[in-house]
């Protein structure tokens, strides 16, 4: 059975790659579905078009806004948000 995996990214995307070449290759029996970035400049994503995975942009800066002396509350936030999307 191969699974279905959605990968969060936030950088270059170089273990995206790696798990996009394991997939490709046989090595993971898997298949990135979503990239998910939480910077705009992520270059992430344009590893993910290239593969033709889509990927989406989605901000962690509203979070920390929302709770500014609280990070650790904003990344449960942030995580809790994800995890219903």
Not at 4 to 31: F, H, K, M, P, Y
Not at 58 to 82: H, N, S
Request: negative net charge.
């Amino acid at each position: 059975m191969t699974s279905r995996l959605v990968v969060l990214a936030t950088g270059s995307g170089s273990n995206l790659q790696a798990i996009l070449d394991a997939c490709a290759d046989g090595t993971l029996e898997a298949e990135v579905v979503l990239v998910v970035v939480n910077r705009r400049t992520a270059f992430a994503a344009e590893r993910a078009a290239a593969a033709g995975v889509p990927s989406v942009y989605r901000p962690m800066g509203p979070f920390r806004e929302a709770v500014p002396d609280d990070p650790r509350r904003a990344r449960e936030r942030y995580d809790a948000a994800l995890a219903a999307e």
